[in-house]
């Protein structure tokens, strides 16, 4: 799934791809996304994207980086 662009795409657009990204599969063993949340809500770790203040992939690197 590629993120939509901020310039091109409204807040509702970017925040259900955000909910559809990291909406639970219940598989904890195999998916792993539990533990990239680190127990944070993705829409909260993600609100600059979803407000169109900085881009899907530089949170996500935040976020693999343990900055957030």
């Known amino acids: ?3 939509p662009d901020i310039k091109q795409s409204t807040r509702e657009e ?11 599969l219940n598989d904890c063993e195999s998916c792993g ?11 909260s ?9 900085r881009s899907y992939m530089d949170i996500t690197l935040d976020i693999r980086s343990n900055n957030y």
């Open 1 to 3: 799934m590629v993120p």
């Open 14 to 24: 970017r925040r259900a791809f955000v909910v559809e990204a990291w909406k639970c």
């Open 33 to 43: 996304k539990c533990r990239v949340l680190r127990g944070k809500v993705a829409e």
């Open 45 to 53: 770790l993600y609100a600059d994207y979803i407000e169109g203040k």
